[in-house]
């Protein structure tokens, strides 16, 4: 059983900085790529930021020059470093494991049970 963990969430002033980490633990299979979303609206994710098993990383275009993903392969650990936190950055944050198919492509995703995020004075 595939587990994803985030941790690193909390309280922080505008224009602040924190640092979100996603374990995941359990998985025999490659990891193709783990992403970050944040919840907008009750029903509505919003992918933040994407890193693949290449390196290559995508980011949501209203955070792109302030939030940096990354991932320690060894550790099957992702990273997301949040800069100039803004108050509408304040969500909470999932961390999404995608297992490779085996094929080259992405198969099954995971998810995390999300972290809090909030950006206040």
């Known amino acids: 059983q595939v587990q994803v963990v985030e941790s690193g969430g909390g309280l922080v002033q505008p224009g602040g900085s924190l640092r979100l980490s996603c374990a995941a633990s359990?998985?025999?299979?490659?990891?193709?790529?783990m992403d970050w979303y944040r919840q907008v609206a009750e029903n509505r994710r919003v992918r933040v930021a994407t890193?693949?098993?290449?390196?290559?990383?995508d980011y949501e275009e209203s955070v792109k020059g302030r939030f940096t993903i990354s991932r320690d392969k060894d550790k099957n650990t992702a990273y997301l470093q949040m800069t100039s936190l803004k108050p509408e950055d304040t969500a909470v944050y999932y961390c999404?494991?995608?297992?490779?198919?085996?094929?080259?492509?992405?198969?099954?995703?995971?998810w995390g049970r999300g972290t809090q995020v909030t950006v206040s004075s």
């Open positions: 890193i693949n098993m290449y390196g290559r990383t």
């Open positions: 999404v494991v995608g297992q490779s198919d085996g094929r080259g492509s992405r198969g099954r995703d995971y």
């Open positions: 359990g998985t025999s299979e490659t990891i193709y790529a």
